[in-house]
């Protein structure tokens, strides 16, 4: 099984909503990341955790804050949003020592 | 700098017609070179990793190879379904498991 979940597929939030994205992977994998994906760009990498620990902030403003709560889960928390936010999200899973990243469906968010 | 460059930017192939997409990459070291489709709306999807020069893997349609400074995805006789932006990323030996993507090939397949 190679599946990255993610929930909501869709999000429209205003300026001041607080929100969550939340992503799960049963693989065992313990590095789990957040990338950020605008139209017709390649992903850019948000945020990596490894052994559930913050590894990389690619200086992402701090309206975004990940959090990980266990080795399957990986959330990503939304305050004070800016429409230029607005973009497809992806979670990726992989093992720390190994290198293939499994990528989820992505969360379509829209800030309005 | 480590750099990622894909060509072409966009490839219109007709049902059947064969053809390669491109990754060329300077890296300090690399770790590994990675192929993932990516269909509109979707998260990429994992094709290939290849790790040394002269390494080849299949998939179907889909055959990727490496050399020293660039990888190729060939597509033999390609299908409508095929259609998808390619893309490749990087793993370089000293930023750990850190990819560095490439822009991507827009392909489209036409019956």
């Known amino acids: 099984d190679t599946e990255v979940t993610q929930t909501p597929k869709h999000l429209v939030m205003g300026m001041t909503n607080k929100k969550s994205l939340k992503c799960e992977q049963h693989m065992g994998h313990r590095a789990m990341y957040w990338y950020k994906q605008k139209a017709k760009k390649p992903p850019e990498l948000m945020f990596v955790?490894?052994?559930?620990?913050?590894?990389i902030n690619e200086s992402v403003p701090s309206r975004f804050s990940p959090e990980c709560p266990n080795s399957s889960l990986l959330n990503l928390h939304l305050h004070a949003l800016q429409p230029e936010d607005s973009a497809l999200y992806l979670c990726a899973s992989s093992q720390v020592h190994t290198y293939e990243q499994y990528f989820g469906p992505g969360t379509r968010l829209t800030v309005t | 700098e480590d750099q990622v460059t894909q060509s072409p930017e966009a490839l219109r192939l007709q049902e059947g017609e064969s053809s390669s997409l491109n990754c060329s990459y300077t890296?300090?070291?690399?770790?590994?070179l990675f192929w993932y489709r990516q269909d509109p709306g979707k998260g990429p999807e994992f094709l290939f990793t290849l790790y040394s020069a002269g390494e080849e893997k299949e998939k179907e349609r889909l055959k990727a190879t490496l050399t020293k400074k660039e990888s190729f995805l060939h597509i033999t006789a390609p299908k409508p379904e095929d259609s998808a932006t390619y893309l490749c990323a990087v793993q370089a030996v000293d930023t750990g498991n850190q990819f560095y993507f490439g822009t991507g090939t827009s392909l489209t397949v036409i019956p």
């Open positions: 955790y490894s052994y559930e620990k913050l590894s």
């Open positions: 890296v300090s070291g690399l770790r590994g």
